[in-house]
């Protein structure tokens, strides 16, 4: 079983960072990513990294944030700068053995908890 434990979220103002740490007992993950679903809204990509490779981003975000993985620590991070109000929601860390992908969710069937990000305007 994957256990994925997110941390880091609160509440900041436009403009502010944040940074979100997603730790697990696994080691070499396939694939680990970032989601956010804010209120009424449905759930959607944010970042994707496979292991060793490369990382991917949802347009919404690039440029403003950066996903890395530790795997010595076996941790997933989320850098997040330049936030602003539609940024808001729950961001839940996920984990693949066989896709990587931040345009749906489908083939991801381990999840974090997530952590809640709130910012005002």
């Known amino acids: 079983q994957v256990h994925l434990v997110e941390s880091g979220g609160g509440s900041v103002q436009t403009g502010g960072s944040l940074r979100l740490n997603c730790t697990t007992t696994?080691?070499?993950?396939?694939?680990m990513a970032w989601f956010r679903q804010a209120p009424g809204k449905e759930r959607e990509g944010v970042a994707s990294i496979v292991l060793g490779g490369r990382t991917v981003y949802a347009d919404s975000v690039k440029g403003r944030f950066t996903a890395s993985r530790d795997y010595t620590k076996n941790t997933l991070y989320l850098q997040m700068n330049g936030l602003s109000p539609e940024d808001t929601g729950m961001y839940y860390c996920?984990?693949?053995?066989?896709?990587?992908?931040?345009?749906?969710?489908?083939?991801?069937?381990?999840w974090g908890q997530g952590t809640q990000v709130t910012v005002s305007s």
């Open positions: 996920a984990a693949s053995s066989t896709v990587c992908r931040v345009h749906s969710s489908a083939g991801f069937p381990y």
């Open positions: 696994a080691t070499s993950l396939y694939c």
